[in-house]
């Protein structure tokens, strides 16, 4: 049974940072690429970013660029997502994502596989 866990959501002041973390198990991890991807009430799901099995290009929302740094540990089985001068536009459930195979084919939102409850991040202005 594949778990998908995420964690490191809360609240930041804008221009402030966060760091989320995510663990999958139940499934061999550098079989797949990851993503990320958030919701805000109201919104339509985004595609934030997304990196491959080997970890050697990263893929990032025009939204993000420049701000977000998406990596992952295959060792522990762990992807995380760096966030740093958090907009309060950024203020969504993020959600970490299986990707259905090993790369992203270029995109932020491919096709995902599974996903987690999410975690909230809140950005005051």
């Known amino acids: 049974q594949v778990q998908v866990v995420e964690s490191g959501g809360g609240f930041v002041q804008a221009g402030g940072s966060r760091r989320l973390s995510c663990t999958a198990s139940?499934?061999?991890?550098?079989?797949?690429?990851m993503g990320w991807f958030r919701q805000a009430p109201g919104k339509e799901r985004e595609g934030v970013s997304c990196?491959?099995?080997?970890?050697?290009?990263?893929y990032y929302a025009d939204s993000v660029k420049g701000r977000f740094t998406i990596s992952r540990d295959n060792v522990k089985n762990t992807l995380y997502l760096q966030m740093n001068s958090l907009k309060p536009e950024d203020t969504a459930m993020y959600y970490c994502a299986v990707v259905g195979y090993k790369y992203c084919s270029g995109s932020t939102n491919p096709d995902y596989m599974y996903w987690g409850q999410g975690t909230q991040v809140t950005v005051s202005s």
């Open positions: 990196i491959p099995w080997t970890g050697s290009s990263t």
């Open positions: 139940g499934l061999t991890f550098d079989d797949y690429a």
